[in-house]
């Protein structure tokens, strides 16, 4: 990114889902407080207990993206939050009024990707705690900042983070897909109630995204080279045949789009499921 889209200068952006290295929301922080943004970095942190589903980010993720936040001379707050608790994430835009005075942009990021098989394997277990922290979880980040917004008045943006995968069911991600249709669709919803409050809520929607979802051990490229028969490499060079700008993106591609419409550039927008994906979506 060149340079910081306009408006953003003061502004406190919570981003949840935000510390693990090389992901999606550490480029968001990174972005916003290179804008003069005031950023809580949010994510399970602390709070992380075994799961069995996923590998959760350690908490000393969360402490590095604050002090990486803070030795680029930013602000920044980090709070640990299970989203898929209302009352966690009641507390994390309580943590960022306290610290900072209000709240101005609320970025619903986090998100997980588990059971990566096909659907009749899926468990019942397996396919819920998607939903809990994929959809529940962007329910309660919409639900508690919106409150926050109109209560301090002045409007402010809420963005969500679907996928392309939200756009067009993928196989082998039933309960991933789904969730991310959800969160479309309450994207939607939340436009319809809170424009009348000057709160835009969109949701962006990234392709292929060059992060350990797709390069660790339990990967996409090992999950589709398991089921087709072929090598990861190919599954890889068949993904990049189907990306028209013929490169995977990067988390700060996706951070480009959330700036953009937390910015005054974006204060037209609302109620969009935005692709950014270089072409391998197009509706």
């Not at 990174?30 to 809580?40: D, S, Y």
């Not at 980090?78 to 209302?86: F, Y």
Request: net charge negative; glycine share 14%; with cysteine.
């Amino acid at each position: 990114m060149t340079s910081a889209p306009p408006g953003l200068d003061g502004k406190v952006v919570v981003v949840t889902g935000a510390s693990r290295a090389g992901g999606i929301g550490r480029a968001i922080c990174r972005q916003f407080a290179e804008a003069g943004a005031h950023v809580v970095v949010s994510d399970l942190g602390a709070r992380a207990t075994p799961d069995g589903h996923f590998e959760a980010p350690e908490a000393t993720e969360l402490e590095a993206c604050v002090a990486e936040i803070e030795a680029a001379g930013g602000q920044a707050i980090g709070v640990s939050c299970d989203v898929s608790d209302g009352d966690d994430v009641a507390a994390l835009v309580e943590a960022a009024v306290q610290r900072f005075g209000r709240l101005d942009v609320f970025v619903n990021n986090a998100g997980i990707a588990i059971e990566s098989v096909p659907l009749v394997e899926v468990s019942s277990a397996g396919f819920r705690k998607t939903q809990e922290v994929n959809l529940l979880g962007t329910f309660h980040g919409i639900k508690m900042a919106a409150r926050q917004m109109i209560s301090q008045g002045g409007g402010g943006r809420i963005i969500n983070t679907a996928s392309q995968a939200g756009k067009s069911g993928w196989p082998m991600l039933s309960a991933y897909s789904s969730s991310k249709f959800g969160v479309i669709g309450l994207t939607q919803v939340a436009a319809k109630e809170l424009g009348k409050h000057d709160i835009t809520v969109n949701a962006v929607c990234p392709g292929t995204v060059d992060t350990e979802l797709n390069n660790g051990p339990d990967g996409s490229w090992q999950m589709y080279a398991r089921e087709y028969g072929i090598t990861p490499e190919e599954v890889k060079e068949r993904t990049l045949a189907d990306i028209p700008l013929g490169r995977l993106q990067t988390p700060a591609d996706v951070a480009d789009l959330v700036t953009f419409l937390a910015s005054d550039a974006g204060g037209y927008i609302t109620g969009e499921a935005i692709n950014t994906t270089g072409g391998q979506e197009m509706h």
